[in-house]
């Protein structure tokens, strides 16, 4: 039966070769890992150049075309002997096959053939076919320190105005402990010494500036006050008694409940800002070598500690003394106690934020007047 | 996951720019505190800068660099916020625990700071507006506080002072009527106690002691504790006879589990 399909022996010979496990590829695989090409390309092009008078095996029987992807794929490669190339162009000519329409296989580019004293490939430029040289980690290279110096609050006008207002018809409740008790409670524990000098304890007090009570002076810390794009919200509710009057009645309590707030709220930030600093860059920064950096950084950061520190330790003590002075201003022109109530409410709910903000500007740039005793 | 390193607090302490980064997650939270629109989230996140600063609080190597860089004045805002939502109670408490911490220390120290600072209107205030659970700890607080000669004498010195501690103490007893807390009782029968060796808070507190702790209000709790009810009869007797006793117990309360 076998023999009825075939018309010589040609036929036959390939068909057991390939029933009996003939596989031309893997031998290409070991002859090129090996520097044996030499021979394996002239064994190959035997074989295979009867196949064109062969109706079973011509091109394009997918194994004989199989192996002649492989031809291109290794015709291809750099540096590949001149002989071997010419086997390759005359067996694809025998053929009758076109080099150039046969898509190179990708079986050889995982191999590593050996490469001292193979026959298969010319010597120059031996260096151009190896893959790159992985450099190695140099163990000895210290990674760069990154200082990272705290980034300077939003500004502080933009914050305060876009911060939601919420209208409260209830006044906030007043905290304990009573004023008198905080009084006597300062009397009793400030310590002559924690005011009046910040440096360190080797360093003469009377040697450095002092943060002590006298440089809160009122007069300064008013200056300091921005006023030139001061706007104040006028709630639509009020517009019916003029929004004009209004603005001018904020602007006066504002001034007045900052400057009778001001003082104890700048101090109290800036000590604690200023200590916190001191403590805290020394640490980070004692191999730092530029002053400049050093400083830098102290300055970012004590600003915006007491800019914080100061916008949210105002806002209570702000909020009491600014609805005593707006009622007392808004009684000025109404009659009716229950509308003094509401108009105060919706005064200070609209503007308490501005006032806050304010006064961090005043803390940021007052920490700035003093160059922190570091050393 | 601070259980797993003991020495995680020399480390935070002294690696480059972290204690300032924990600043940094604690005065951005600042502009929401009032009006109150602090989110669960950004309550959840600053919570856990406060742990990790709890943790530098607490170990002996770094508390003094805490203290003398006066990282828990940054908490003041959060303590004599009023707010009862979760995530301000959840601030509240974490931020009495960073105190907590630090006063379980020995030593005056930390005492003397507390009191400089004035932290103790502030606990005064978690006694009034925070959970059973803030009330407790700052309850702790205050007895250590007492416990402290210093401190002692702090409260019993002005009659406001006394009278905002004793007002604080009483007025979580009468809120307790309903559903006592046995270990928030222990810690005020043992403040109460403690105020009886100074005669001007034995004095004052015998008209001001609440009758509920008079009256057997509480016997049902304080038979269960045998160390709660010593001190409650110690107390009852002191002021009963105007005398005062020798010195006060040792001290067996411990930080409940923030």
């Known amino acids: 039966m076998i023999y009825a399909e075939f018309n ?37 092009s035997k074989i295979l150049e009867p196949c064109q008078s062969s109706i079973a095996y011509r091109p394009p029987n997918p194994w004989t075309m199989g192996i002649l992807s492989l031809l291109v794929e290794i015709y291809n490669l750099p540096n590949l002997k001149m002989n071997l190339k010419f086997d390759i162009e005359v067996l694809f000519k025998n053929l009758s096959v076109d080099m150039k329409d046969v898509k190179p296989s990708s079986l050889l580019k995982d191999r590593i053939r050996q490469i001292e004293g193979n026959p298969d490939f010319s010597n120059k430029d031996v260096s151009a076919s190896q893959a790159p040289v992985v450099a190695e980690v140099s163990s000895g290279v210290m990674p760069t320190i990154n200082h990272v110096e ?81 706007y104040f919200r006028i709630n639509e509710k009020l517009s019916s008694f003029g929004s004009l009057q209004y603005s001018k009645i904020m602007d006066m309590a504002l001034d007045k409940a900052i400057k009778e707030i001001i003082g104890p709220v700048i101090q109290r930030s800036v000590t604690i800002a200023s ?56 009684q000025g022109i109404t009659n009716n106690t229950e509308s003094t109530e509401q108009i105060m409410l919706i005064l200070v709910n609209d503007n308490l934020d501005l006032g806050c903000a304010l006064i961090e500007t005043v803390a940021t740039r007052k920490v700035g007047l003093y160059s922190l005793p570091l050393y | 996951k601070r259980e797993m390193f003991p020495d995680l607090a020399p480390l935070l302490w002294h690696s480059f720019g972290t204690i300032i980064v924990l600043l940094q997650e604690i005065i951005v939270v600042y502009p929401v505190l009032s009006p109150p629109t602090l989110s669960l989230l950004a309550s959840s996140r600053v919570c856990n800068a406060l742990a990790l600063l709890q943790c530098v609080a607490s170990h002996p190597e770094t508390r003094s660099h805490f203290l003398k860089a006066h ?47 004035e932290f103790v209107p502030l606990c005064l205030h978690a006694m ?49 009527d309903d559903k006592p807390s046995p270990r928030l009782l222990k810690h005020i029968i043992h403040c109460y106690l403690r105020i009886t060796d100074n005669p001007r808070g034995l004095e004052a507190l015998q008209t001001c002691l609440p009758t509920t702790l008079i009256d057997g209000t509480f016997n049902n709790l304080t038979k269960d504790d045998p160390t709660m009810q010593q001190w409650l009869q110690e107390l009852l007797v002191k002021v009963r006879s105007g005398k005062m006793g020798g010195l006060p117990p040792p001290v067996q309360g411990h930080m409940p589990r923030v």
């Open chain 1, 8 to 44: 010589c022996h040609y036929d036959l010979f390939m068909y057991y070769s390939s029933c009996h496990g003939l596989f031309i590829s893997i031998l290409f695989f070991q002859a090129y890992e090996r520097g044996l090409m030499i021979a394996i390309i002239p064994f190959t």
């Open chain 1, 150 to 230: 705290p980034q300077p609050e939003i500004n502080s006008t933009s914050r305060a105005t876009s911060l939601p207002n919420m209208l409260s018809q209830y006044a906030a409740p007043l905290r304990l402990p009573t004023n008198n008790m905080v009084e006597d409670d300062k009397s009793a524990l400030i310590m002559p010494e924690q005011v009046s000098s910040l440096g360190l304890s080797q360093v003469s007090p009377s040697q450095t500036p002092s943060l002590s009570s006298s440089s809160f002076s009122l007069s300064q810390l008013i200056a300091a006050i921005p006023r030139a794009d001061i």
């Open chain 1, 275 to 330: 200590r916190t600093t001191k403590e805290l860059i020394l640490k980070d920064y004692a191999m730092e070598a530029d002053d400049s950096a050093v400083s830098r950084s102290a300055h970012l950061m004590v600003g915006t500690l007491a800019g914080s520190l100061a916008h949210v330790t105002s806002k209570e003590p702000l909020r009491v003394a600014l609805s005593s002075h707006l009622r007392s201003l808004i």
């Open chain 2, 71 to 117: 990282i828990p004045l940054y908490l003041c805002s959060f303590l004599e916020n009023t707010s009862k939502t979760r995530p301000f109670e959840y601030l509240r408490l974490t931020s009495l625990g960073v105190i907590g911490a630090l006063v379980k220390a020995e030593g005056t120290e930390v005492i003397n700071f507390l009191l400089q600072y």
């Open chain 2, 128 to 176: 009034a507006v925070g959970s059973e659970l803030s009330k407790t700890v700052a309850t702790f607080i205050i007895e250590k506080i007492v416990l402290d000669d210093a401190g002692l004498g702090y409260i019993c010195a002005t009659a406001d002072r006394f009278f905002a501690v004793g007002t604080a103490l009483a007025g979580m007893v009468t809120s307790m």
